[in-house]
């Protein structure tokens, strides 16, 4: 049974996992920082989840704030959730600073709480998401394989606010440092297409012999190639992004990103799910789960669309 509630300020889904939810089900809480609707990745995500509520038997709700800088709309669901008396929460945390507290009121009231997509800073919470350190590396590794050394290049970041924005920063400006790239701009896109877009107008027209740009999510990547192609550069200019959510794996396959990096998205919300609810149960898990990542090119991009 699923069906959706519009509220003004947030996107809700309850959803009852058929095989043993009844009066003993244990309510599991995902909370993501953005609506599934719209957007590939936490629409992944949010299908993972049901996936596991459906095969565990959990009662499932799924909030979200309107748009990931509302941080303290995702405070106020996961305080509602605990008052409420939800048995766990998977969350990928807006700013993991400014959750903090709330989560520790959730695990002092005795509801076990997991990350997904992002650590956070909580002490003795589990993280199930991407390794974003070595993806963003790996995004590097494969600029460096296709540019000249010593190539001007550049890197979108994310809100480095989130360790996930802070950790693909880290990873691709090591990489391309070390080998031998000169790095012109490291600026924050905040995973925005239309800011990705903007930011890399004024990237390349201080530096029109830009060779790269590594952008640290598809949408922001998104946003570049088309700064690219309305200055006429896309030829000229390798484009890496990160999720190869369906319409970046299109881009690849046209030719116009060059590669993104895969991270599996619906396993975080699965796992999510699946690991809160072992908590909820008594039960221990790993302090990290890693659901892994792939270099995403033409030959396999058709896999993710």
Partial sequence: MKF???????????????????SHAKTIMLSTKGPGAGNPFWASVEAGAKDAAEEFGVNLIILSPPQESDVMAQV?????????????????PTDPNAVAPILDDAMASGVPVVYIDTNGINEGVTFIGTNNINGAALAAQY???NVPSGS?????????????????AEGSSKGLKACGMNVVAELPAN???????????D????????????????????????ALKNA???????????DANPDAAASVMAGEMSATIAQFSYNMGYMGVENAL????????????????????KENAADFM
Avoid at 4 to 22: E, H, N, R
Avoid at 77 to 92: H, P, R, T
Wanted: proline letters at 2%.
């Fill in 4 to 22: 959706f509630i519009s509220i003004i300020t947030t996107s809700v889904l309850f959803f009852s996992g058929s095989l043993l939810a009844g």
């Fill in 152 to 168: 001007d290049v550049a890197i979108l970041q994310g809100m480095i606010t989130q360790t996930t924005g802070q950790h693909r």
């Fill in 191 to 201: 995973w925005d297409t239309a800011q990705g877009m903007s930011v890399t107008e």
């Fill in 232 to 242: 006429d550069m896309l030829d000229d200019v390798v484009v890496v992004g990160f």
């Fill in 143 to 145: 600029i460096c394989d």
């Fill in 203 to 226: 990237i390349i027209t201080g530096n029109p012999n830009l060779k790269a740009i590594f952008a640290s999510n598809d949408n922001m990547g998104l946003g570049a190639i088309q």
């Fill in 278 to 297: 072992k908590l909820a149960n008594g039960e221990s898990i790993p302090d990290n789960i890693d659901t892994g990542t792939v270099l995403v090119t």
């Fill in 76 to 92: 106020a669901q996961i305080e509602d959730q605990i008052a409420k008396g939800v048995d766990g929460i998977a969350i990928a």
